[in-house]
């Protein structure tokens, strides 16, 4: 007898489509900030190596997380494979399973790298619309991926944008990226010159794999803000020690002190303490910590990501497409 005929509950399968559909920023970016102003419990994530067949190792991620007395709970799973691209296949799967806080009772699994992709973005135009200035309308994309081609779509809801570059290492990667927002409206341009871009924007926003600073305090503007969504080990770097010690600095949650090489190793130097964060997106949310004081402030907004805005994210999709079943 199988499980469907045993009567098993079944429950729904939300693919990448359906689930991007349902992550609209319009609708997630005040969904994180209400769930980072809440809090949740988030563990620290369990990491597994398991051992493959030519030596190497894969890598299982389970990421749990749940509010006090809120009505879901939830736990992202991720596999990550190195070996793949030798099988022509995705180095990378994402599944999150959405639960019901109360019984226990499985509710969905969703697409995971949607939303990973959509919720890293929205977290970082979050934190723009506390730390850019009011006025400030060009952004730089240093990154041209899954995620840094989804970051001016975010950020427009937060600060209407005017402009926008983008620099990739591979130049073939800015050109698609700007087609398709030029297509989409955007009025944007392919940055030849990085520190050219820099200088000449109100908002930079990292996107990369980079492990070697990509961004130098002196290539930018009194004023500018500088999101950082790349570096999430502790050898990836995407700007320099001066734009930790010189800037005012901000991080979404206390991982980034545990995981980023651009905390980590400004602080290892020692040049930089922990102490010198002004706080976290939570803080900020909450009105506990004070956002951006002035026009000449260089803001500094370092994300490695939290179980808070998967649960937040897979929330709304759940809630959003049983909307529409």
């Not at 999150?96 to 929205?122: F, K, M, S, W």
């Not at 050109?175 to 820099?198: C, N, Q, S, W, Y």
């Not at 320099?240 to 980034?256: H, L, M, N, Q």
């Not at 910590?289 to 709304?316: N, P």
Request: aromatic fraction near 6%; glycine fraction near 8%; charged fraction near 20%.
């Amino acid at each position: 007898m199988n499980a469907k005929q045993a009567g098993a509950p079944s429950i729904p399968l939300y693919s990448p489509e359906a689930t991007a559909s349902a992550l609209r920023f319009s609708d997630l970016i005040p969904a994180l900030r209400d769930a980072f102003a809440q809090g949740a419990e988030v563990p620290l994530r369990h990491q597994h190596q398991l051992l493959q067949k030519n030596g190497t190792h894969a890598t299982l991620l389970l990421m749990p997380a749940w509010q006090s007395r809120g009505e879901f709970m939830g736990i992202k799973i991720v596999t990550v494979y190195p070996g793949n691209a030798e099988r022509n296949l995705p180095g990378l799967h994402s599944t999150y399973l959405l639960c019901d806080a109360e019984t226990g009772r499985h509710l969905a699994l969703i697409d995971g790298n949607q939303i990973t992709i959509r919720r890293t973005v929205a977290v970082a135009a979050l934190g723009a619309s506390f730390l850019a200035r009011r006025q400030a309308r060009n952004l730089l994309v240093v990154g041209a991926g899954r995620v840094g081609s989804m970051v001016p779509y975010a950020f427009n809801e937060v600060r209407p944008l005017e402009a926008v570059r983008v620099w990739d290492i591979d130049r073939a990667n800015s050109e698609r990226l700007t087609e398709r927002l030029v297509a989409d409206g955007f009025k944007a341009t392919i940055a030849d010159d990085l520190e050219a871009a820099a200088r000449a924007s109100d908002i930079i926003s990292c996107a990369t794999l980079s492990s070697e600073p990509l961004i130098r305090f002196e290539w930018l503007s009194p004023g500018t803000h500088l999101d950082l969504i790349g570096s999430f080990t502790p050898t990836m770097r995407e700007a320099d020690d001066a734009c930790f010690v010189e800037g005012t600095v901000y991080i979404d949650s206390p991982d980034a002190l545990a995981e980023s090489g651009d905390l980590l190793q400004p602080i290892k130097a020692g040049i930089f303490k922990p102490s010198d964060i002004v706080g976290t997106l939570s803080e900020l949310c909450q009105g506990k910590i004070e956002a951006r004081s002035t026009d000449e402030q260089v803001t500094v907004f370092k994300a490695v990501g939290t179980g808070l805005s998967d649960l937040a994210a897979g929330s709304l999709a759940y809630r959003s497409l049983q909307a529409l079943a």
